[in-house]
């Protein structure tokens, strides 16, 4: 399988009252399947939640996570097809959570970085876990394996950041 489905890695800092995240897999498809994967509503069920996302600037975002989480309803902010999609993870009166996934070809595969800006407080562990087991996800259906939600990868990446939030909170 492409990608790195073992170790919880990624990156975490604060600035001001925000708490970025930059989660990266390497993946061994073209910006192009990438691409598919994280804009069409048929795959994104497949990994994410059902919903649909219009990849254009001001483009609508809805998907549904059911009983597991908040319906997201925002508008996308920056569009350039296998390269950059960026919109909020937020719905109605919620604090914004922007996020952007960037795709950076190699001559054989796709480098996909998701960065993350959160408010900074105690859910932010639980939105990097979860966003490091769609990851998990999004490598297994790029595959065509379809897999549940990783809940033990997704205790043991909620251990690891909010490690790494209390050590930028120390610097």
Do not use: K
Not at 32 to 56: C, F, I, K, N, Y
Not at 75 to 98: H, I, M
Not at 110 to 130: F, H
């Amino acid at each position: 399988m492409s990608g790195d489905t073992g170790a919880i890695e990624g990156q975490v800092w604060l600035v001001g009252d925000r708490v970025f995240v930059q989660l990266e897999r390497w993946l061994e498809h073209s910006p192009e399947t990438v691409w598919r994967m994280l804009t069409d509503s048929g795959h994104l069920a497949q990994w994410l939640a059902p919903g649909s996302l219009e990849a254009r600037e001001g483009g609508r975002v809805q998907l549904d996570f059911g009983n597991s989480g908040m319906p997201i309803d925002s508008t996308v902010v920056a569009c350039r097809p296998g390269e950059l999609l960026s919109y909020s993870w937020s719905s109605g009166d919620r604090p914004e959570r922007p996020l952007s996934w960037a795709l950076m070809p190699t001559e054989t595969s796709t480098r996909l970085r998701l960065t993350l800006s959160l408010p900074e407080n105690d859910l932010v562990p639980i939105a990097c876990a979860g966003w490091d087991a769609h990851l998990e996800m999004l490598v297994a259906a790029l595959e065509g394996i379809s897999i549940h939600f990783p809940a033990e990868r997704f205790r043991a990446a909620r251990v690891y950041f909010e490690q790494l939030r209390e050590e930028a909170r120390s610097v």
